[in-house]
């Protein structure tokens, strides 16, 4: 125990840092960015407008357009030979819901018992001030889809949401943004430890929930009814299309059964993680089933995914499958890592066949259109959000950092804890007389 009491006070210690300021001007007024080479993921410009000059005021897109004024009055940023993206998004993290996922007790993405299995609802549980909102944010990452990773269930894990990455303000862009279950892997266990009970389990769900007739008391279900009330209610939302299923599957025999399972109940359907969706994805396609995949995934962790290969993302892409990125293959990447990560992962797609105009689809309007949010945010299209990166390089280079990143049209700050133990424990300070603690 004095190992785990070591880690907590040295997180302790970190916290009692000063507040990392979230954002650094207020919103508001008229800015514009010129001679940019713009990624405005706007399909009647071709998605890209170079030496660009992009206005946003009060918040929101005004125009972008190549080689024009900025208007009089503007705060004025000279991007000239740098690119400008949307802020980009993950498709699958943890963020809001995880502080050190060492310790369970700062861990807020999964239930192990109780009732709650497709009414568990992340929502709840988000942390508007997580010291990992500002980590993220500087890697150029604005939106996020957080999700839970188990409930008391056999198959069905809850219910995500959307993040808008802005510390200290209001985190939750979208609520019940997908209904996530997941089928084989290690998941198997809690239904025996056979996928074709999973299977059977869903369906049986999704039965009960389009049969499903409240008593007239408005309390209690049926004795013989597996789910109760409150997962019938969730389910409901699903099978009535206002929720759509992500369904965590990996091999192509249970993606092929997602798909099945999508038509004959009428869900839209979310596949996330797909190791093996390259085997089916002229099926994908047919069925307009979008894909949430991992990038870096091309070596199995289960036996699951022993189809995996580099070029999924190229394959699926090419056959016209909706696609967005995730990195999941170790838990930093679903929470401090995520911005970072995500974007590497983007360019070993690149390296491994995909367009780059794809990889920026993947990480902006791609993921804003499978969870809903693309009505306000996700290009650079007039009255959307002005979420916006600068970069200093190419963006799915690692070693590239943003120079500016804008949520909404308020500019964010740089400044991190990691940022602050940096220049408070930085080697020309060794010889500094003052303690750490004493030093401003």
Request: hydrophobic content about 45%.
């Amino acid at each position: 125990m004095k190992g785990k009491y070591k880690i907590v006070k040295n997180i302790l210690a970190i916290a009692l840092l000063p507040m990392v300021p979230a954002m650094s001007m207020a919103a508001g007024g008229t800015i514009a960015i010129v001679h940019a080479n713009a990624w405005t993921m706007v399909e009647a410009s071709g998605g890209r407008v170079d030496d660009a000059t992009i206005v946003i005021r009060d918040g929101r897109y005004e125009s972008v357009a190549a080689k024009a004024p900025p208007p009089a009055g503007a705060r004025v940023i000279d991007a000239t030979g740098r690119v400008v993206t949307p802020g980009l998004m993950s498709a699958d993290t943890h963020l809001g819901l995880v502080e050190v996922s060492s310790l369970e007790e700062t861990r807020d993405y999964g239930v192990n018992a109780g009732p709650l299995g497709a009414a568990f609802d992340v929502q709840y549980g988000l942390n508007r001030n997580s010291a990992l909102l500002p980590v993220v944010l500087a890697d150029g990452l604005t939106r996020a889809v957080t999700s839970p990773s188990a409930a008391a269930d056999a198959a069905f894990l809850g219910m995500g949401a959307v993040l808008r990455v802005q510390p200290g303000g209001d985190v939750l862009d979208r609520a019940r943004a997908a209904m996530y279950a997941s089928v084989g892997g290690f998941g198997a266990k809690q239904s025996g430890g056979s996928r074709s009970a999973q299977w059977q389990w869903l369906r049986n769900a999704f039965d009960e929930a389009k049969a499903y007739v409240p008593p007239k008391s408005g309390v209690g279900a049926p004795r013989d009814q597996l789910q109760n009330a409150l997962n019938i209610a969730a389910l409901r939302a699903m099978v009535e299309k206002r929720v759509p299923l992500a369904l965590r599957v990996s091999r192509e025999s249970d993606i092929r059964q997602a798909v099945r399972l999508a038509d004959g109940y009428g869900l839209s359907l979310i596949v996330i993680g797909g190791a093996e969706a390259w085997r089916c994805a002229d099926l994908l396609a047919a069925h307009k089933a979008a894909v949430v995949l991992d990038p870096e995934a091309d070596l199995p962790w289960t036996f699951d995914e022993l189809g995996a290969r580099a070029d999924n993302a190229a394959i699926l892409a090419r056959a016209g499958v909706t696609i967005a990125f995730s990195v999941s293959g170790n838990t930093i990447y679903l929470s401090h890592n995520a911005g970072v990560a995500v974007r590497e992962g983007a360019g070993l797609a690149v390296a491994n066949g995909l367009a780059y105009a794809d990889a920026m689809k993947a990480l902006t309007v791609n993921p804003a259109r499978i969870f809903g949010i693309a009505d306000h945010y996700g290009s650079m299209a007039r009255g959307l959000d002005a979420d916006l990166v600068l970069w200093n390089g190419d963006p799915f280079e690692p070693s590239s950092a943003p120079e500016v990143v804008f949520v909404r049209g308020v500019q964010a700050s740089p400044i991190t804890r990691q940022t602050l133990l940096r220049d408070r424990y930085a080697p020309k300070l060794a010889k500094d007389p003052w303690p750490p603690a004493y030093r401003p």
